[in-house]
């Protein structure tokens, strides 16, 4: 099946630093998803990306679609004690379900 | 403020039980998901529906496990007999695929974490 590697697989930062993290494929996506999850909650959608290129910001978020279609990035700038918890990014393809990576487990250091 | 809806939250039950998990997708979004989330695995499709139509449930032991949508506003996942492997969190999830684009943002419940002794 597909696969994504999304890494790194956990970060350990200093509040305030900036954070990267990303996802590559060795697939085509159309559209690529970047979603947080706290403990004992599910998902939740950060930000969306539907074109090749595209560069979305959401706050202190920003995330590229690779002008390859294969891979994505998210970086988080300023990074605060809420930021902690597992980002996921997932790749989707015409009318097929969303495949996503492992996750990156962020950790925030006061 | 529209949100995926699952319950149970939490179950524990003993190998042998039936365990109904239940899902209440979005209003108007036309596309159920359910996965399954382990350290060891991530988040795995187990099944999914468009229309309330099952598209794919090949993520699910079929032995054990079912996904029906007995109408719009309900989406259940059923296993039975349970085992100890099973224990997971479970999550729903929703969305509004746009025929063209043939994709869509999908929107997660808060899950039910599954306990099977």
């Known amino acids: 099946g597909q696969q994504l590697n999304q890494s790194p697989q956990s970060m350990f930062i200093q509040e305030g630093e900036d954070v990267s993290m990303n996802c590559t494929s060795s697939?085509?996506?159309?559209?690529w998803l970047w979603y947080k999850q706290d403990p004992g909650e599910g998902p939740v959608l950060l930000i969306a990306?539907?074109?090749?290129?595209e560069l979305t910001s959401n706050g202190r978020l920003t995330a590229q679609f690779g002008i390859t279609r294969k891979d994505s990035f998210l970086n988080i700038s300023a990074s605060i004690p809420s930021d902690v918890g597992i980002y996921f990014c997932?790749?989707?393809?015409?009318?097929?379900?969303?495949?996503f990576g492992k996750g990156t487990r962020l950790s925030v250091i006061a | 403020d529209a949100r995926v809806t699952q319950t149970p939250r939490h179950k524990v039950t003993e190998m042998g039980q039936e365990v109904t998990m239940r899902c209440q997708p979005i209003?108007?979004?036309?596309?159920v998901f359910w996965y399954r989330q382990t350290m060891m695995q991530g988040l795995e499709l187990l099944a999914y529906?468009?229309?309330?139509?099952?598209?794919?449930d090949s993520g699910m032991p079929k032995d054990r496990f079912s996904a029906e949508m007995p109408d719009a506003t309900l989406a259940t996942l059923k296993i039975q007999p349970s085992e100890p492997r099973d224990s997971a969190v479970y999550f729903c999830?929703?969305?509004?695929?746009?025929?063209?684009?043939?994709?869509?943002?999908?929107?997660f419940g808060e899950g039910s974490r599954l306990t099977v002794l």
């Open positions: 999830a929703s969305g509004l695929v746009e025929a063209q684009l043939g994709t869509g943002e999908l929107f």
């Open positions: 697939s085509i996506f159309n559209t």
């Open positions: 990306l539907y074109k090749a290129g």
């Open positions: 997932a790749g989707q393809r015409r009318n097929t379900p969303l495949v």
């Open positions: 209003l108007g979004h036309n596309t």
């Open positions: 529906f468009r229309n309330r139509a099952p598209l794919d």
